[in-house]
C-alpha cells in the first residue's frame, strides 16, 4: 500500500498545528461559531446530536494492520470504545471531546492518517473497489490512480470553498463495486480505440434529495490528462455551480441544467487551457505510484475446496462471506460488520485489534472497508479459512450474511446525527429480527437493503434492490419504501411503492414484498430483476391490501 | 489612518484609494468596481493614473480582458466564509489571461484562508486588523504542497511533478 514520505508527512503534520490552533482560537472567543464551522468541516469535524462526531479518511478504503491498531485505540481512550465504518470507506467517531481532536489527529498523524477533506464543500476522500488488485475482473488496478487523485485533491488551493461536496469514485473493473455511477465524477479505467488504457469520465451523479444517475462526459481519456480534466471539471462546478440555494449546488444540478452536451462543450473548452500544464501525468510518477500496489508474495499454491467435508456452518460462511481471487489457491474474505444486535458497521476497539492481529497473520497485514461497511481480507490462502473463520467466528464477526437481506447499509441515523428524521438502527434491528432464519435469507439470494435516516441519503437508499427511508410526520418516524434501485455497473434509482409506512411496519411491508418475488420469480431471477421485469405494481398492490399487523 | 493590507508578504499602507475614498483626488491610483468601470470606461480610460477594478465572486474573468493591459491592480472579493469563486478567477487571470499586476483579494479575507489564496496567484490581501499580524505566518501553513501554483514569490517548492 502506500507509503508516506517526506512530503505527506510534512503536510499531515503541518495540518495538525493548523488545527490545533484553529480549535485554540475558537475556544478562545477569536472565531465565531459559523468562522469555526468551515474550518473544522475541511477537517471531518462535526457538532452532532450528542457531541462532536470525527470522521477520519481511509483513502479507497485500504488500511494496515498497524493503522486499524491505532484506529482501536483511539475509539477505547477517546471515544466508547467503538467506531463506525460509513458508505465511503471512512472511519466516524460519535464521541470525541473538541478540546481533544488535535491530540487526535496527531495520533492519527503518527500512523499516516489523517480527516482533512472529510467532511465540507471540498474534495473528499476518493473511493474504489474493495477487490482492487485481487478481482479476476479487473482491467487494472484503480488504486495508483485513487492516490494520484488523493494527493492532487489534498489541499487543492483552488477548490477548497466548492458551491457543495465533491465526490470521486475510481474503479477498474466490469462490476462496479464503488457505486461510481452516482458519485459526482465517476471514473473508469477502459481500454482506447487502439487498446491502450485510459478512462472513461462521468460526471453528475448523486444521491441525497435529487437523486441522478452520472452522464459520461468523455468516453476515452488518455490516462496522462487525468488530473487535467479533473481540474478542468472541478472549475466548471467551481465557477457555475448554484451558492444559493445547498439543495441545488451539488455539480449533478449543474449538469442537468445545462444538459450534458453543453456541460461537456464547457469543460471541454476549459481544459484547452490546462491539458499541457504543470499537471500532466508523467510515466515515472504513475510507475513511482504502482510500485506501492504491487501484488504481495503470494506462495504458489493450488486452488482447493476448504468447504469439502466442514460443517454447515462453515460452508455458509465461506460461500457468502468469501470471494473469488485471481491467484490459485487464494480467496478474498468479507469480515461481516452486520451481526443482528449491532448498528451496521460498528466495529469495537478490541474487534479493531484482533482484526488487525488476523491480517498480520492470514492477510499481508492489510485491511479493506467495503463500501457495503464491511471489512475484507483481500489475500487469504484457500487452505487457511477454516482457522481464520473459527477466530472470527468466535469473536462475532462471521456472521455468513455478506449480500444477502440482512448485509443492509444504514446510516447512523436519528441515534447519532442532528440530519436524521428518523432512526435506522432501530429498524435495521427490528428486520433482523424479522428475517432470522439463514435458509430463506440464503433461498431469497442476493438482496442489497440500504436505509438513509433522511433526505441526504447517507445510506444509499435510492440504490438498494429495496431502499428505506427515514421521513419524519409530526414529529413521528416513518418510512417511504422504494424498490429496483441498484448501484453497480447497471445502476438505477428505486421507485416508491406507496405512502410511507410506521416503524413498527417496516419488516412486514419487506416480508410482502419478498412474498411476490419468490411467487414471481423465475430460475436465477434476483429480487431486483424481477422488480425490472414486472414494475413496481404487484408488489404495491400486496403491500398496501390489507393494513400490515404491526 | 490608512488601510494596511498585506502585499508581498510585507504589512504595508495601501497606496490605492476606491472610489469613494478619493473624491478631490484626481492623480491617486485608483480602485473601481466593476459596474463604475463599465459605466463610464471612456473617462477612466483618459485619466493619467493608475487603475485598478474589483470584481464581484459572479462576474466571468473575461469581462475585463479586453482591457486588461490597462489595470495595474485587479481584485477579487469574497463574500462570506464559503465564497470560493475568486480562487478560480486568480488562477484564469494568472494563468490564461498573464495578469501580472496586483491580484488583491478583498472582502472575507482571514489568515484561514491565505494560503490557498497566495497558491491561486493572489499577492495582496485586504486583512481585518485582527488577524493581520497573524497573517504573515499563515503564508507558511504548510511548507509543501501537491499541486503546481502562481505563488512564485513565497517560498514554497513544489516537489512533485
Partial sequence: MYRYDAVDKTLVTERVAQFRDQTRRFLAGELTDDEFRHLRLRNGLYIQRHAPMLRVAIPYGLLSSTQLRALGSIARRYDRGYGHFTTRQNIQYNWPKLEQVPDILAELAEVEMHAIQTSGNCIRNTTSDHLAGVTPDELEDPRPWCELIRQWSTFHPEFAYLPRKFKIAVTGAAQDRAASQVHDVGVHIVRGPDGELGFEILAGGGLGRTPIIGQVVREFLPREHLLSYLEAILRVYNLEGRRDNIHKARIKILVKSLGVEEFRRRVEAEWVNTRDSGLRVDDAEIARLRGFFNPPAYRNLPDTEP??????????????????????????????????????????????????DLADR?????????????????????????????TLEKAGLATPNIGTLTDMISCPGLDFCSLANAGSIDVAKLINDRFDDYDYLYDLGELEIKMSGCMNACGHHHVGHIGILGVDKSGEEWYQITIGGAAGADASLGEVIGPSVRKMEVPETIARLLEVYVERRQPNERFLDVVRRLGVKPFKERVYAAPAAA | MPRRLLRDGRIVDDDWLYLAEAEGDA???????????????????????????VLSPAHKVELLTPDIGRFALIGANFSGPSEGRGYS??????????????????????????????????????LPETDIEAAHAALATFSRAYQPSNDAGLPLKLRRR
Fill in chain 1, 307 to 356: 468447504a469439502a467435508g466442514k460443517s454447515t456452518a462453515f460452508r455458509a460462511w465461506y460461500r457468502y462471506n468469501t470471494t473469488a481471487h485471481k491467484v490459485p489457491g487464494y480467496r478474498a474474505v468479507y469480515i461481516s460488520l452486520k451481526k443482528p444486535d449491532v448498528a451496521p458497521g460498528d466495529i469495537t476497539d478490541t474487534q479493531m485489534e484482533l482484526v488487525a
Fill in chain 1, 362 to 390: 492470514y492477510s499481508f497485514g492489510e485491511v479493506r472497508v467495503t463500501h457495503t461497511q464491511n471489512l475484507m481480507f483481500a489475500d487469504v490462502e484457500q487452505d487457511k479459512t477454516f482457522e481464520l473463520w473459527q
Fill in chain 2, 27 to 53: 492623480a491617486a491610483p485608483l480602485i473601481l468596481t466593476l459596474a463604475e468601470w463599465q459605466g463610464d470606461r471612456d473617462k477612466w480610460l483618459a485619466q493619467d493614473r493608475r487603475l485598478g477594478v
Fill in chain 2, 89 to 126: 478567477q486568480a488562477r484564469e487571470l494568472r494563468e490564461q489571461w498573464k495578469f501580472a499586476g496586483e491580484l488583491r483579494a478583498t472582502g472575507y479575507v482571514r489568515r484561514d484562508q491565505l494560503f490557498f489564496m497566495a497558491r491561486c496567484g493572489f499577492n495582496s490581501f485586504e
